[in-house]
């Protein structure tokens, strides 16, 4: 089975700082890793499919980038709103799919 | 805007049953086109996939995870724009946050790309004696 790898656990940063969060895989899943937003409470949000591609009405301070076994999730300055867990996820071995162990972003 | 709202949680004993439920709403999703996942989220731990059920056109057939196959079913009601989880023999284990989600895998060509696009806001299902 893949395993999906998120580093760092925790990043502290202020708001308007940038925001870099890595996602490993074990092996190869191509472009097909998505990034998803998760707060205490509420619904966990799709931000990033197909490594790259944002999803409908996210904002243009996310982006995502990367192929094969390394992505990266970018929020190029954190706004009040975004500090939550982050989870990347792919799905190569269909049905099943697999979540990273996440990243929480708090502020510092 | 395309919202999924869960109900049905609660606390039970263990060895009870419980049937969540996930209901759609918004305009310009055709919720019998697509496949519905559940998850969950026990204390401390990551997301976990619980199982799905593809469309009508698919077969309708559902698939489980190793942990919860032969406990619980998923089903759906595409008039009531509704699928459920329904959950048997209920374990100390099986207490989490549950969430379904909207599952692209009838939609996308590459069934590496099917991904989540929407989830509801998580339903707690506590199981204690």
């Known amino acids: 089975d893949i395993v999906l790898t998120q580093t760092p656990a925790t990043l502290s940063l202020s708001p308007g700082e940038r925001a870099t969060l890595s996602c490993r895989a074990s092996?190869?899943?191509?472009?097909?890793l998505a990034w998803y937003q998760h707060k205490p409470g509420q619904a966990p949000r799709l931000l990033i499919y197909?490594?790259?591609n944002r999803a409908t009405g996210i904002p243009a301070r996310f982006s995502g980038s990367g192929s094969g076994t390394d992505f990266t999730l970018t929020i190029s300055s954190l706004e009040p709103d975004d500090f939550a867990v982050y989870y990347c996820?792919?799905?190569?071995?269909?049905?099943?799919?697999?979540f990273g162990g996440g990243t929480k972003v708090e502020i510092k | 805007e395309v919202q999924l709202v869960g109900s049905g949680g609660g606390l039970v004993q263990p060895g009870r049953s419980l049937r969540l439920s996930c209901t759609a709403s918004?305009?310009?999703?055709?919720?019998?086109?697509?496949?519905m996942s559940w998850f969950r989220q026990a204390p401390g731990k990551g997301l976990e996939w619980v199982g799905f059920?593809?469309?009508?056109?698919?077969?309708?057939?559902?698939e489980y995870a190793a942990s919860v196959k032969g406990r619980f079913s998923i089903s759906r009601d595409d008039s009531k724009r509704s699928a459920y989880l329904q959950m048997n023999n209920l374990k100390t284990e099986d207490t989490a946050v549950y969430y379904c989600?909207?599952?692209?895998?009838?939609?996308?060509?590459?069934?590496?790309?099917?991904?989540?696009?929407?989830w509801g806001q998580g339903i707690l299902v506590t199981v204690s004696s």
């Open positions: 989600a909207r599952d692209r895998t009838d939609i996308v060509v590459v069934v590496a790309a099917s991904y989540l696009d929407y």
């Open positions: 918004g305009s310009g999703f055709s919720f019998g086109d697509y496949a």
């Open positions: 059920i593809r469309s009508k056109a698919y077969g309708g057939t559902a």
């Open positions: 092996q190869s899943v191509s472009r097909y």
């Open positions: 197909d490594a790259s």
């Open positions: 996820q792919q799905r190569t071995n269909w049905p099943l799919p697999t």
